[in-house]
């Protein structure tokens, strides 16, 4: 079955450090992959997505992240975090067929500090 | 492009009374639309999913006379939470399907969300 685990719930980053945060799917073929970002009490906003070709993928507000399939791994980088970027963090893998449904992982909460 | 407008976006009611929310997108065509539940810091749990012209595929677990979900044009979909009890508080968001083929299929807009809260 199709699963995404994001092995860390809390990320506590100082405003200017660089930060990753991790993702792992599992899925039987080559998976659509994405990262959203959740500010509080706000629906959900796309950063990144990736179908195929290049493995490293380029996204809004400055954050990046990698397809690694040896490794199974979808992780999300940014060279230098913002106040701002305080959020819920939740990866994705898209369902292929069907309804093309999203499986979402459980999150990983942000924080910054000054 | 591609954003989807939730209404409204907090709602406040008394137990046993029902709420429509509306999730519309604003600039694209959506023939399918989902709709989630997420409780406080939990992940989203996705209860329906709404085809335009169809009746909704409902997740296991979720019941169907509670959450009705009606998709009557390709840019509205509305889910009424009947009967509503305070265990039905919650964080409820809507998404949208986006247009394109292959990958682009498994993209979803997403609304800002309602909080129920049932007294």
């Known amino acids: 079955a199709q699963s995404v685990t994001q092995p860390d719930i809390h990320i506590t980053v100082s405003e200017g450090a660089s930060l990753e945060l991790r993702c792992n799917y599992s899925?039987?073929?080559?998976?659509?992959l994405f990262w959203y970002v959740q500010s509080p009490g706000q629906g959900l906003q796309l950063l990144l997505k990736?179908?195929?070709?290049?493995?490293l993928v380029q996204g809004i507000k400055g954050f990046e992240a990698e397809f690694k399939r040896s490794q199974s791994s979808f992780n999300l980088r940014k060279p230098s975090v913002h106040w701002s970027d305080a959020a819920e963090y939740f990866c994705?893998?898209?369902?292929?067929?069907?309804?093309?449904?999203?499986?979402f992982g459980a999150g990983t909460r942000l924080a910054v500090h000054p | 492009g591609a954003v989807v407008s939730q209404h409204p976006s907090w709602v406040i009611c008394k137990s046993g009374t029902s709420v429509k929310i509306e999730c519309r997108s604003l600039?694209?065509?959506?023939?399918?639309m989902f709709w989630y539940r997420q409780f406080p810091k939990q992940s989203l749990m996705l209860m329906a999913t709404?085809?335009?012209?169809?009746?909704?595929?409902?997740e296991q677990g979720v019941e169907k006379d509670k959450f009705l979900i009606n998709h009557a044009s390709l840019t509205l979909s509305t889910l009424t939470v009947t009967s509503a009890h305070p265990e039905d508080s919650s964080f409820y968001i809507c998404?949208?399907?986006?247009?394109?083929?292959?990958?682009?299929?498994?993209?979803?807009?997403f609304g800002a969300g309602t909080r129920l809260s049932v007294l």
């Open positions: 998404s949208a399907r986006g247009p394109g083929t292959s990958g682009a299929k498994n993209i979803q807009y």
């Open positions: 899925y039987g073929a080559t998976p659509y």
């Open positions: 990736y179908f195929s070709g290049d493995t």
């Open positions: 994705a893998v898209g369902a292929v067929g069907g309804y093309n449904k999203l499986i």
């Open positions: 600039d694209f065509q959506a023939t399918t």
């Open positions: 709404s085809n335009e012209g169809s009746k909704a595929t409902y």
